[in-house]
């Protein structure tokens, strides 16, 4: 076999976070090369450095033996590499053809030279095995289809080489069987691909080799057929964590504040219940789209959901949207700060009084002073660094950005608080200030959820998690099993099994 | 310190009022007429309906939303509440105050039309406001039967014709319009929600409140506005007729926008309306004494609106450089 594709010693280094770690990586040509590893182990950034979207800080790549250093997304294709990503890139209103040869469309003297568009596209497909006209537009195909267009428009730059990130995670069983023939296609027209995916069975179908990243590192890699299941699970946990956080169990659990009877989403097939104590903090854990957002969104409100019940302290309430879910006294803090938890043109005390400005009003008139005391005083409370209560959030680094969503929470008083990745892009020391104030609130009977793919914090933070497992909650582990093992192995649960 | 936050304030609040200063500097010396008693009546005359026009306006656009029925609007609104004024049924009093509630609620369901199509389908209200724009103009046909009302009672033309010191009675209305505005924009919860979802609407929706409801009283309130702009149309001219207002909404967005508000929402003023108004008033009578045609004068009201807002996209770099030093 010969190496197509070798990385020797890549490092991304970002403020504070360490992307990828000199790591060395050999694809050879032909073969189906599978990478996995838990949320955050470096997959995203090891696609972005081989399109030429990041630039490594230290390292190099030999492509056929040939040195390899993409500065733009353009020295990759001219390379021969091309990503399929999740996220499709088409335009719906365009013909397939139109779509395939988008940037480089065929001319004969200033025009369109569409015969020739429509019989490159043909091969194309052919070879993809799409079996539609060149002419259809896209808007008429199914998820399936389009990305086998997606695979053609990669392979009409003559590509060598072929990411796919994640190619069935919108996919049926049936468009699975699809994709994977033409993948078994390319393989023997001599097309090599990386393909990465969270659904560890399907590896064993179609890969050849495979390898395995953790926390920007390379944990090993195998061929396929001398690996199982458990055996990777192991390799991606990787040796145990060393505990970091001091777990305060001075809380003394009380009554049971929320609880969530078969909730279940349209998109979903799963109905999923749990509780939340007073004093509690339940962590979730589970894969990015396995639905720990989604519902946690669906119980506030800010999503339809099918069916289930709401209780708060026992009694049910009925929540149709936020302006009841913040009513009742429950709380959603947002993964994604900057669109959906501030205004970020407006001032800090605006922000923070947000969630009830009735609270700081007389008769629809906002009292001034009454606003600027309450500020001030989250401001010192949440230790937010700003020289004013007027300095608008925008220019707020992202720990004070989130002290802000945090205390807009605090100023409306609820009972139950959902943190969703409380604490990502966010740096170290901000990141215990946080735990801290969710300790505080805990230790005020408060009931708390925190999604997080941060696993050492969950484990480290939490009286019990929860594990979502596509759309399911399919186990809870108690503090005193924690095992981060355990916790992987179940949210790869529905992943693994036939989804029959 | 001190004179970059002067700089910066001047920037960002008086730039508009600073322009509006030089147009009428640049007249004053370039006509005799301009700056005469008379002449200053006729112009607070001319621009003050588009000043309440623009004023409901500016809630809507605050929101990122655009009106573009309020022409029609007005028209549907002299012609309901002219058919109630021309009642001989009623007392002189009787019909006046029936015929400005008649023309608030006509241009205030116009409105909550408006507003509730396009929060509930999600309709931008670019398209929701054109079909108004048709349906208003032609329910003021109809009902008019394309006639014109006129023979007010003579209270009625009495009271429009009144000024105080030189200043018609019909800007006052609109002074009093800009005020009562701009209180409820700075100092009330609503205002300042009206801000904030113009600024990031799902982000005050996920702190739960009912942005729907924001969105729709903003449309209400700008159909109001045209509802009283329509009472002061007719005070006016004592006629209500249902081809009048046509072009409107074009002088109420130009308004809006070179008083400095973002067509996208989350920043302007009411204060910065009154100015765009004003300015186009004083050049639309600058430009007319300096002896331009009516050509060459829309010609130059239409560079200065975009000017304007070239100028506002200058400012915002320049104030946000000032603010980073």
């Known amino acids: 076999m010969t190496k197509i594709l070798e990385l020797k010693g890549i490092t991304v280094k970002f403020p504070g976070v360490v ?29 972005k450095v081989l399109c030429g979207i990041y630039f490594p800080d230290e390292g190099s790549m030999l492509i056929q033996g040939k040195p390899y250093m993409p500065q733009a997304p353009i020295d990759a294709i001219n390379a021969g590499i091309r990503v399929v990503h999740q996220e499709f890139n088409l335009l719906p209103y365009l013909s397939i053809a139109e779509n395939i040869f988008f940037e480089k469309l065929p001319r004969k003297s200033g025009f369109v030279d569409f015969k020739k ?24 195909l199914g998820v399936a289809q389009m990305q086998l267009v997606e695979i053609a428009k990669a392979l009409s730059t003559d590509s060598k080489i072929l990411l796919l990130d994640e190619p069935t995670a919108t996919l049926t069983d049936k468009d699975i069987e699809l994709l994977f023939a033409t993948i078994r296609r390319l393989k023997k027209s001599g097309i090599t691909i990386i393909y990465i995916s969270h659904r560890l069975k399907e590896l064993f179908e179609i890969g050849d080799r495979i390898t395995v990243l ?112 913040v009513k009742q006294g429950i709380s959603l803090i947002t993964e994604d700060r900057k669109s959906q938890g501030l205004v970020l043109d407006m001032p800090c005390s605006l922000n923070m009084t947000l969630t009830d400005p009735k609270k700081i009003s007389t008769r629809g008139f906002i009292n001034r002073q009454q606003e600027r005391d309450v500020a001030e005083k989250l401001v010192k409370d ?21 002290k802000v969503v945090i205390a807009k929470w605090l100023f409306c008083g609820g009972k139950v608080f959902i943190f969703d990745e409380p ?11 946080i735990y801290n104030l969710m300790w505080e609130l805990a230790e005020s009977g408060k009931g708390l959820v925190m999604i997080s793919s941060d696993m050492p914090e969950l484990l480290g933070l939490c009286h019990r998690i929860l594990v979502f497992s596509d759309g399911e909650i399919v186990g809870e582990v108690q503090r005193k099993d924690f095992d981060q093992e355990k916790i992987l192995h179940l949210a790869f649960k529905n992943y693994v099994e036939d989804k029959q | 310190m001190n004179i970059k936050k002067i700089v910066h304030l001047l920037l960002q609040e008086a730039g508009i009022g600073v322009a509006l200063l030089v147009c009428c500097i640049f007249f004053t010396c370039a006509t005799e007429h301009f700056a005469s008693m008379s002449n200053f009546t006729n112009i607070l005359t001319q621009i003050s309906i588009n000043t309440v026009i623009a004023a409901g306006m500016t809630f809507v656009i605050l929101l990122g939303g655009i009106d573009l029925s309020v022409g029609s609007v007005l028209a549907l609104c002299t012609i309901v509440s002219g058919l109630i004024l021309t009642r001989e049924s009623f007392s002189s009093w009787q019909a006046i105050i029936l015929s400005i509630l008649a023309s608030l609620v006509a241009g205030g369901i116009c409105g909550l039309f408006n507003g509730v199509v396009s929060t509930k ?16 103009r032609g329910a003021a046909l109809l009902i008019s039967d394309s006639r014109t009302y006129f023979n007010f009672p003579d209270s009625f033309i009495d009271f429009g014709a009144l000024t105080f010191v030189g200043i018609p009675v019909i ?111 004083v050049l639309n009578n600058g430009l007319l004494l300096v002896g331009l045609g009516d050509f060459a004068r829309q010609i130059i009201t239409g560079l200065i609106i975009v000017l304007a807002v070239i100028l506002d996209t200058y400012r915002n770099k320049l104030s946000k450089k000032l603010e980073s030093i």
């Open chain 1, 423 to 433: 604490t990502r892009g966010i740096d170290v020391g901000a990141k215990y200030e």
């Open chain 1, 117 to 140: 568009l429509y019989s490159d596209t043909d091969k194309l497909l052919k070879m993809v095995g799409l079996n539609a006209s060149a002419r259809t537009k896209v808007e008429m």
């Open chain 2, 121 to 136: 389908w999600k309709i931008h209200s670019f398209i929701v406001t054109l079909g108004m724009l048709n349906i208003a």
């Open chain 1, 214 to 325: 953790k926390n920007g590192e390379k944990v090993g890699d195998r061929l396929i057929t001398e690996v199982d299941i458990p055996g990777l699970v192991q390799m991606m946990v990787g040796k145990s964590m060393h505990e970091e956080f001091q777990f305060r169990d001075n809380v003394k659990l009380g009554e049971e504040v929320l609880r969530v009877e078969n909730l279940k989403r349209r998109e979903s097939k799963y109905y999923n219940s749990f509780s939340v104590k007073a004093g509690e903090i339940v962590g979730i854990a589970g894969l990015v789209g396995s639905g720990r957002t989604e519902n946690m969104r669906a119980i506030f409100g800010a999503d339809r959901k099918e069916s289930g019940e709401i209780y708060l302290h026992g009694e049910k309430i009925k929540i149709k949207s936020p302006q009841d879910a």
């Open chain 1, 19 to 47: 992307a990828l770690n000199k790591l060395d990586m050999d694809i050879h040509e032909g073969e189906v090369h599978v990478l996995i590893g838990e949320n955050g182990a470096g997959k995203s950034s090891l696609i």
């Open chain 2, 171 to 281: 800007f006052i209305i609109a002074i009093l319009f800009i005020i009562i505005g701009t209180i409820i924009l700075k100092y009330t919860v609503f205002g300042r929600m009206i801000y904030a979802i113009g600024n990031n609407d799902e982000a005050v929706r996920l702190s739960g409140h009912n942005t729907n409801f924001y969105k729709v009283a903003a449309f209400v309130i700008c159909g109001g506005s045209i509802g009283v702009a329509a009472i002061m149309y007719m005070l006016r001219l004592s006629i209500s007729s249902p081809i009048s207002g046509v072009g409107f909404e074009l002088n109420a967005i130009a308004a809006v926008v070179i008083g400095g508000t973002s067509m996208s929402g989350g920043k302007g003023s009411l204060l910065g309306t009154f100015l765009g108004a004003a300015i186009i008033g």
């Open chain 1, 382 to 402: 949440l230790e937010v660094k700003t020289p004013s209560i007027n300095q608008l959030v925008r220019n707020f680094s992202g720990g004070n950005q989130q």
